[in-house]
T-cell receptor
Framework: AQKITQTQPGMFVQEKEAVTLDCTYD???????LFWYKQPSSGEMIFLIY??????QNATEGRYSLNFQKARKSANLVISASQLGDSAMYFC????????????FGKGTHLIIQP | EAGVTQSPTHLIKTRGQQATLRCSPI?????VYWYQQALGLGLQFLLW???????NRGNFPPRFSGRQFPNYSSELNVNALELEDSALYLC?????????????FGPGTRLTVL
């Protein structure tokens, strides 16, 4: 069975600071994908970044980067130069195999950016 | 490119009724996933449709069902509604069948059961 653990229920960060959201995962699969999604209060899940288990480079997408440490089974999201609009719930998720079981999500981190 | 769309935005039903939720995937995507996000339970996988077939379902009772149409849009039906079915229902689409294919989500349908 797959499991995603996000240990930070909530975080307060000053605007313009960098923030790291923690995510650890557990799986027996060799091939898997790790995803981060942002969910504002409106409810829509917005895809941010993807890391494949065989990717040697850490993924980056604009201000988002994924710090992938395979041996430690961690996939932390780093947001550089945070903005007020970054305030939202952030979910780490994993998919593997044929995708038959959908994505497994963590419980999320509620990030609040303060001016 | 249009994203995933869902309708209705909100739905209010009473116990015992049936609810129908609809989802249109991104153009060119053949896989549609349904998830339930209930308060305190997090996001849980409900159903997966691909090429018109139900490929897998999560740990939900049979009163949760659905279908995928030839144009790849999908419908989720919840029969004999119970109070605990109140949740945000999210639909996602992807252009592949693998667990590593990115799923893009719609805005969700918020179902309230009274």
């Amino acid at each position: 069975a797959q499991k995603i653990t996000q240990t930070q229920p909530g975080m307060f960060v000053q605007e313009k600071e960098a923030v790291t959201l923690d995510c650890t995962y557990d799986t027996s699969d060799q091939s898997y994908g790790l995803f981060w999604y942002k969910q504002p209060s409106s409810g829509e899940m917005i895809f941010l970044i993807y890391q494949g288990s065989y990717d040697e480079q850490n993924a980056t997408e604009g201000r988002y980067s994924l710090n992938f440490q395979k041996a430690r089974k961690s996939a932390n999201l780093v947001i550089s130069a945070s903005q007020l609009g970054d305030s939202a719930m952030y979910f780490c998720a994993m998919g593997s195999g044929g995708g038959a079981d959908g994505l497994t999500f963590g419980k999320g981190t509620h990030l609040i950016i303060q001016p | 490119e249009a994203g995933v769309t869902q309708s209705p935005t909100h739905l209010i039903k009473t116990r015992g009724q049936q609810a129908t939720l609809r989802c249109s995937p991104i153009s060119g995507h053949t896989s549609v996933y349904w998830y339930q996000q209930a308060l305190g339970l997090g996001l849980q996988f409900l159903l997966w449709y691909d090429e018109g077939e139900e490929r897998n379902r999560g740990n939900f009772p049979p009163r949760f069902s659905g279908r995928q149409f030839p144009n790849y849009s999908s419908e989720l039906n919840v029969n004999a509604l119970e109070l605990e079915d109140s949740a945000l229902y999210l639909c996602a689409s992807s252009d592949g069948q693998g667990g590593q294919d990115t799923q893009y989500f719609g805005p969700g349908t918020r179902l309230t059961v009274l």
